[in-house]
């Protein structure tokens, strides 16, 4: 019986990698880019309780060295990470770890597009977790003209695919 004679479509069910998927140097291109608009500046920065004049207020921003408002940095950081969720991580994680650095060596401004990849820096499994292992991945975020505006290292703890147990509820989210 070919595919097409099958009385029920076949099922993909979309996931991030697993830590056995992955090699150390592979590069991911993530899509789609994200264009940051002041409402979603606005809106992280008021519910993450952060007063910032320069996220909240165009005309004291406007008279500060970059001379319009920026975009909150941990929006930035937030929205890179997450870029990264389909391809690495979705119902594949164990845990977020943590972050070795994290830099903004530019600002990105509302309208500006953030544009990310990843890198998978290291690898190791875990020696007290069997089934598991640790990945150092650094993301790095890129406006539309090609400048980095954020970079970071951050440890994640993945499944090895024959240790996870693969269903509905596993891959329903981060």
């Not at 099922?11 to 409402?39: C, I, M, N, S, W």
Request: with cysteine; aromatic share 6%.
């Amino acid at each position: 019986m070919t595919d097409r004679q099958r009385s029920e479509p076949p099922v993909v069910q979309q996931r991030g990698r697993y830590f056995d998927e992955l090699e150390v140097g592979t590069v991911f291109k993530h899509a789609p880019g994200r264009t940051v608009t002041e409402a979603d500046n606005v809106l992280f920065t008021t519910m993450t309780m952060n007063t910032q004049s320069l996220h909240l207020d165009a005309h004291w921003a406007a008279g500060q060295p970059f001379g319009q408002p920026l975009v909150n940095s941990m929006f930035t950081l937030a929205t890179l990470v997450g870029a990264s969720v389909a391809q690495l991580s979705q119902g594949t994680i164990v845990a977020n770890l943590g972050f070795e650095s994290v830099t903004f060596p530019h600002p990105l401004y509302h309208g500006d597009t953030l544009y990310s990849e990843s890198e998978i820096l290291s690898m190791r499994e875990s020696s007290s977790r069997p089934g598991q292992g640790i990945v150092t991945v650094k993301h790095i975020g890129r406006n539309q003209h090609g400048t980095v505006v954020a970079e970071c290292v951050r440890s994640v703890m993945l499944w090895l695919k024959d240790h996870h147990q693969n269903d509905d509820a596993a891959t329903a989210g981060e």
